[in-house]
């Protein structure tokens, strides 16, 4: 049936993870970091980082933003895409986890490849817009501040190339789209709207997957006309 949506159980997702070509042991590490946190929940899913795996591969990713580094499980993951000469660039805010995070870059040979930025997301976005970055990104991973994910996604939409990809983290926000509003969180009606807007952006090709807490993938198409 073409509408029937698989339910998820806890089973089926060690499965399918099990069944995935598995994650580096350097990523297992930050992985693991990551759930000895109280926060772990906000590090990106194996199945999510599988995802951030094959678009980098599909689009041939060179250089990639990754904009919320927490523990460094996005960040690696994109770094091990690119060649030794490529460019991941990932920015928090927060940089509580930097000294871990840096010692697994640097043990896995990819701490000439990332670049660690510690300041807000939208300082840096503009930073590299001003400094003649436009359309010079293959890939951006979004996946910090759902607030100002419109504004996020519109200007790493112009640092993308045509045929890049926008990989936006939690848009189905723990299947809170679907269910009853809940008007206090403030952060499912920022993703409700972003996901309308999405629906009707003629800049890309979206298909939101029931993967992670729901990963958006929208590809930039070429300006017509
Ligand atoms: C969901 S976590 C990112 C998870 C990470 N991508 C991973 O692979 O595990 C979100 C991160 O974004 C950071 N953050 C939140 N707001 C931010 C902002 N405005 N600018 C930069 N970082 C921000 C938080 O400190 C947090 O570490």
New binding site residues.
């Given amino acids: 049936m073409g509408n029937q949506i698989t339910k998820y159980s806890e089973e089926l997702y060690n499965y399918r993870v099990e069944t995935m070509t598995p994650m580096s042991s350097a990523f297992n590490e930050?992985?693991d970091y990551?759930d000895t946190l109280p926060?772990s929940?906000?590090?990106?899913s194996h199945d999510?980082?599988g995802a951030i795996r094959v678009v980098c591969q599909l689009v041939g990713a060179r250089k990639v933003l990754?904009?919320?580094?927490?523990?460094?499980?996005?960040?690696?993951?994109a770094a091990e895409q690119v060649s030794d000469s490529g460019k991941v660039i990932?920015?928090?805010?927060?940089a509580?986890?930097q000294e871990v995070f840096e010692k697994v870059f640097a043990a896995a040979g990819l701490d000439q490849v990332i670049d660690f930025v510690n300041?807000?997301?939208?300082?840096?976005i503009d930073e590299l817009l001003a400094s003649e970055e436009t359309g010079t990104f293959d890939v951006v991973?979004l996946?910090?501040?759902k607030h100002?994910y419109q504004s996020y996604f519109d200007k790493c939409l112009d640092l993308v190339r045509t045929g890049g990809a926008v990989i936006v983290?939690?848009t189905l926000w723990m299947g809170k789209v679907v269910e009853e509003s809940d008007t206090e969180d403030t952060r499912l009606a920022a993703m409700l709207e972003f996901n309308e807007k999405m629906s009707n952006d003629t800049r890309v090709t979206n298909l939101v997957l029931p993967i992670g807490n729901g990963v958006t993938i929208a590809v930039k198409q070429p300006v017509s006309g």
């Fill in positions: 930050l992985a990551a926060n929940r906000m590090r990106t999510a980082a990754d904009i919320g580094t927490f523990t460094g499980c996005s960040a690696i993951v990932t920015c928090d805010k927060d509580t986890h300041k807000p997301a939208m300082e840096v991973f996946d910090a501040d100002n983290d939690d």
